[in-house]
Structures are given as C-alpha cells and as structure tokens.
C-alpha cells in the first residue's frame, strides 16, 4: 500500500519511518530525495478519511495545521490516504512554558469557537450537539460491551451505576461547537515560542465542549497548577470558559471507562500499558 501512494502522490522517497502512538490510523514519515520531509497517513475507515479532509477545510485560517499537500480517496479495496507537509515542533509536554499552555488554552477555545455550517446536512462531521444525552449514552454503553469482560463485576456495575446518577448533575451543554475529541499533548505540536500544528481530526464532532478537556487536563493541566492557570487565561481570552470542576470527574471516569473498552476491541495485549492507565484512573475516579 505505501508504494502504491508513492506512485500516486508522485513522490521520490529516500527513506520512510512508520510513526509510533497512531492509534487509529497508520502515518508514515517520508523523506524525500530533496531532504524535504511529507507525511502519509492511511486512516481507519473511509469515514475518517472524508471527516479529516472536512476538518482541514474549516479550521484552515483558525489554528495552525499541517499542509494538506494531495489526498487520495481510495478505492475498493483501500480507505484512501492524506499526504502533509512536516509541521515544526516536538508534541506538546510538561517541559513547556507558561507562554506556550497560554496558547494552548487560545487555540482550543479558537476550534470551540467554529460552529457547524448553514449547510451542515452535507457532512462527515456529525452534529450530535441536540441530543447530547443520547451521544454520551452511545458512547458509554457501547463500548461498556468491551469494558465488561476486562473489568472485575463489582466495579463494572459501580460504574453503570455512576455513570446514570452523575450525567444527571452535568449543566446544560455547550455548544454546539467544533471539538477535537482527542485533543492531547500528543497531537499537540510546539516550538519554544508558539503553538505550531495542532493534528489529528479523525473523530471530530459537533458538540459540547465540555467533552474535549478531559485529555489535555489528564495527561497535561493536572501535573502541573500554573500551567493550568495559564491554559485557563489564554482560553478565558477568546472565549467563556465552563466550570471544568464540574464536569471533569465525569468525563475523566467515563473516558477511562470507554478507553478501556477500546483497548479490548482493538486487542488488549498490544495496548495493555494504555489499558492499566485507564484501570488506574477509573478505579480513583470511582474510590
């Protein structure tokens, strides 16, 4: 499949890596024979395909993203591929400054701040933003089906039970909004002065924003109270920010939940230090 959107992309490679940590598609780093650096990426489904190449189109002008150089839409027997530019940067971490979580609170609150389109009917991009309550019951429940077998009874039925009681004390959803929903230091890309390339939009939605601060808060804000508050002021500065200690205990429960069931259905044991995280976090969450 690489060397057939090589040929497609026309592109004179030198030598090629596959990337680590894409979790739901297979992204190749290429260097070409002129020691520019592009990146193939094969996503899961056609879905994702066509929902990423819409994502590109609406946040192009809004926050900074990677060159969409060509894109290939597949045939029938493959889900098609994107080819981008290298952006600048290392992923985002807890070594950066205050400056850069300054940025990192504008750019989240700048993709918050994209609605859907007057002619949304035509999409990739679901609108789940109206019936709120019955997007995070199909999330749960759906990969509860996965979680079960992975998890001790007594703590799969604690978390069916928190689950229903704490959704009913969740404030009224905002939106609708565009929302990255796996908007993590990984797909996070930083210089030391700026913000460079926010990627990955394989499962954006339109919705509330108050799902898509439960990962940078988990693997960034919470180690670390300044960066927090910086994150909190540059977010605050493009637009009103929820009450996150409201709703983070139940997003951070219900994403480690449905975390864990994604580690059994896209196979436990190549994903088992994902998987203990997500145990860990949830077992707190529900102690």
Request: glycine share 4%; proline share 5%.
């Amino acid at each position: 499949m690489l060397e057939k959107l090589i040929n497609i992309f026309a592109l004179n490679i030198q030598h090629f890596d596959s990337v680590e940590n894409s979790f739901s598609s297979t992204v190749y780093r290429c260097v070409q024979n002129n020691g520019e650096v592009v990146y193939i990426k094969i996503p899961f489904s056609k879905v994702k395909l066509f929902r990423e190449l819409e994502a590109y189109r609406l946040l192009d002008g809004h926050v900074p993203i990677p060159k969409l150089l060509n894109y290939w839409t597949g045939d029938e027997n493959s889900t098609g591929a994107l080819l981008l530019k290298e952006s600048m940067g290392e992923q985002l971490s807890l070594d950066s400054s205050e400056t850069i979580a300054f940025q990192v609170g504008q750019v989240h609150a700048k993709i918050h701040s994209i609605q859907p389109p007057a002619n949304h009917k035509n999409t990739y991009i679901e609108n789940v933003f109206q019936e709120w309550p019955q997007f995070l019951d199909r999330q749960f429940y759906g990969f509860a089906v996965d979680a079960r077998p992975l998890l001790e009874e007594a703590l799969y039925n604690k978390a069916i039970h928190s689950f229903e009681k704490m959704k009913m004390n969740l404030p009224e959803p905002d939106g609708p909004s565009f929302i990255h929903m796996d908007f993590r230091p990984g797909n996070i890309l930083v210089t030391s002065s700026e913000v460079s390339s926010l990627i990955d939009f394989e499962t954006v939605r339109f919705g509330s924003t108050e799902v898509d601060f439960t990962k940078i808060y988990r693997d960034y804000l919470s180690h670390d109270s300044q960066l927090y508050e910086a994150y909190r002021e540059g977010y605050s500065s493009i637009r009103p920010l929820i009450d996150l200690e409201r709703v983070l205990p139940f997003y951070r429960f219900t994403d480690a939940f449905n975390s864990i069931g994604w580690c059994n259905r896209r196979g436990l044991e190549q994903n088992i230090d994902f998987f203990e995280r997500n145990l860990n976090i949830l077992e707190t969450e529900l102690n």
